[in-house]
């Protein structure tokens, strides 16, 4: 080979590894963030004290609302929220609908098969909601008896944990979550088994609930932000995000705003 088709090959193999390097380094989530200058957050618009539209204010509130906006001032861009449900987030965030999934979402092993899961930033026991006047469920050790009806959300975690640990009582699944205080104010079903914060929208705004806690802890449920699987940059700067909220304290009071504090995750 003579020496001027060496000199081409060496600077042909140059450029092969600069333009290899480069495409190593895109980031089409973040790059597509930047371009369009807005962040597309994924919610579910009726999570008490998460992400949750007022129907006294008609603005939408909660830890996942402060802390996406939070998201946003650090990527220098604007948030634009993304209405969708426990039952169709996946499909939005591999549709590319939205960039990342911000209320509350719990990780289970189901979901980690198709998203990616920054570390938690929230863990909940279950709590169950049952009517003030109710003639026997007094407690969490009443529920699991024989007659007795407890509703879950399908596709939930809750829905899993019941399952397994439910030894008497008749486990009902219903779609949409408010229909789980429709079964138990109708009387079709006695209890429905929820988290810490829609526990708390429940005796924050119906007079005729009652939020049993269990006498222990339950098993945790961690919850983090989520997003589609493929972009690893992406994921990697949304950990960056979740570890930067912790350390500087914004995790925290954005927890204390919303009446979050108790099951926070700081480290």
């Not at 939005?92 to 609908?97: H, I, Y």
Request: with cysteine; aromatic share 10%.
């Amino acid at each position: 080979m003579s020496l001027r088709a060496k000199a081409s090959a060496f600077f042909f193999g140059i450029l092969i590894l600069l333009t290899g390097n480069a495409f190593a380094e895109t980031n089409p989530t973040l790059d597509a963030i930047t371009e369009r200058g807005q962040v597309n957050v994924c919610i579910w618009p009726d999570y008490f004290s998460i992400t949750y539209l007022s129907p006294r204010t008609q603005q939408l509130e909660g830890i996942d609302i402060d802390l996406s906006q939070a998201l946003a001032t650090d990527l220098g861009v604007n948030v634009n929220y993304v209405k969708t449900h426990f039952g169709r987030f996946m499909d939005d965030l591999e549709a590319g609908k939205c960039d990342v999934a911000m209320f509350g979402v719990g990780n289970t092993e189901a979901r980690r098969q198709r998203i990616a899961f920054t570390e938690p930033y929230l863990a909940s026991n279950m709590y169950a909601v049952t009517t003030q006047n109710h003639p026997f469920i007094k407690r969490w050790q009443d529920i699991d008896q024989k007659g007795v009806i407890v509703c879950v959300q399908r596709g939930t975690y809750m829905e899993s944990a019941m399952r397994k640990s439910l030894k008497h009582a008749t486990l009902t699944t219903v779609r949409k979550p408010n229909e789980r205080e429709l079964e138990v104010l109708s009387g079709r079903a006695d209890v429905f088994i929820t988290d810490y914060p829609y526990g708390q929208k429940m005796i924050h705004v119906y007079d005729w609930a009652e939020l049993l806690a269990p006498p222990g802890k339950t098993k945790q449920f961690q919850y983090a932000y989520a997003v589609a699987k493929g972009d690893t940059k992406w994921l990697a700067r949304m950990e960056q995000f979740v570890s930067d909220i912790k350390q500087d304290g914004r995790l925290e009071t954005a927890a204390a705003n919303n009446n979050l504090s108790p099951i926070i995750i700081t480290e």
